[in-house]
């Protein structure tokens, strides 16, 4: 409300300067973007694009705004980026699992184990291969603009999970990306892709005995009311990812670019804080509101199975090997 208020005053203020004949640096080329995401706005990311979206609108005196699209409302993640990669849609919230099925680089990102901890996907995020992985789809009508933290993910179902056997013959939702249905295949489980927004209801009618996310999912997603047990083996640390459409970058002049990039890096920042908080949250709410047990337990034995995919997307290219062990050196 206040940043349309804001918006409003700034608009008559430009026009009230370009009726002086004062020039404006962006008087010419208001635009507005719309952006599509499939959380809900009481979300650390969705709260992280407001903060992008006010941080744009000041640095352009107004002249570049976003309308942000929560709850699948513009459509559900896949059907989003499809969107902006045809120039359809300006932006989409998505993570890199999703995008693997547009590049199969982005599967670096869903290596279960790759990163050792926060410390060191924050380090690989904000360092060179976070910045050419945001570049290198942009040949492919989109390209990344920022990341944002999405925690360490976990199984959770309506049994409790305490070592990769008593994953046997679960079916566990994974988002529709190769590497997450390959390594759930690894686990023993039963692999069944679907869209975040259609898992409450397959968790209530007993289509799947479980899913995996970050616990931020019990709460915000309330799959915590059906899965009662959350198992805390951190199998991946997936990035939510900002993307853009080529073709809006493209129509974007030099100055509204160099602001949205410096608003979504900022945007960034601030969600860094805001994710421990909101995980940490989350946690109590489950424990204490939901009646969701969190399960510790030997993260060695799931990430032996998994091994594998480290080796198949090593093998997947000689810039996927580099940057795998580039991410390792890291650690
Ligand atoms: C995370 C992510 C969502 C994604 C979801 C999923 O929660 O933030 O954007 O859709 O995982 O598992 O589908």
């Given amino acids: 409300m206040t940043t349309r208020r804001r918006f409003c005053t700034w608009g008559a203020g430009t026009l009230l300067l370009a009726g002086l004949g004062v020039p404006s640096a962006f008087a010419a080329e208001a635009r507005t973007l719309r952006l599509s995401h499939n959380l809900t706005t009481a979300h650390s990311v969705h ?77 690989v995020l904000e360092g060179d291969i976070g910045r050419d ?7 492919k009508g989109f390209r990344g603009l920022t990341y944002y933290d999405s925690g360490a993910r976990g199984f959770y179902a309506t049994r409790p999970i305490e070592s990769p ?24 489980a039963s692999p069944t892709p679907l869209a975040f927004g259609e898992l409450y209801t397959a968790l209530q009618q007993g289509v799947v005995d479980g899913a995996e ?56 920042a601030s969600q860094k804080a805001a994710w421990q908080r909101a995980s940490d949250a989350a946690v109590s709410t489950a424990k ?9 337990v030997d993260m060695a034995a799931f990430a032996e199975r998994t091994r594998p995919i480290r080796d198949r997307v090593a093998s997947q290219s000689s810039r996927a090997r580099r940057w795998i062990e580039a991410i390792e050196a890291q650690a």
């Fill in 47 to 123: 709260k992280a694009m407001q903060v992008m979206r006010d941080r744009v609108l000041e640095l352009t005196d107004g002249t570049l705004s976003i309308d942000i699209y929560p709850n699948a409302q513009l459509g559900n993640q896949r059907e989003s980026v499809e969107l902006v990669q045809a120039g359809i849609l300006d932006m989409a919230k998505t993570n890199a699992s999703e995008l693997e099925a547009f590049d199969p680089i982005f599967s670096l990102l869903n290596i279960p184990y790759l990163f050792e901890s926060g410390a060191h996907y924050y380090r």
């Fill in 165 to 188: 056997a008593d994953l046997k013959n679960l079916k566990i939702r994974v988002q529709p990306s190769p590497t997450a249905i390959e390594m759930v295949e690894l686990m023993g």
């Fill in 288 to 296: 204490e509101e939901m009646g969701v047990e969190f399960i510790e």
């Fill in 133 to 139: 992985i945001l570049g290198a789809t942009a040949g």
């Fill in 213 to 268: 996310n970050n616990p931020t999912a019990l709460v915000t997603a309330r799959h915590g009311e059906v899965a009662k047990f959350f198992t805390l083996d951190e199998h991946t640390r997936i990035p939510d990812m900002l993307v853009i459409s080529e073709a809006s970058w493209r129509s974007l002049s030099n100055a509204h670019r160099r602001a949205l990039r410096l608003a979504a890096a900022e945007s960034m």
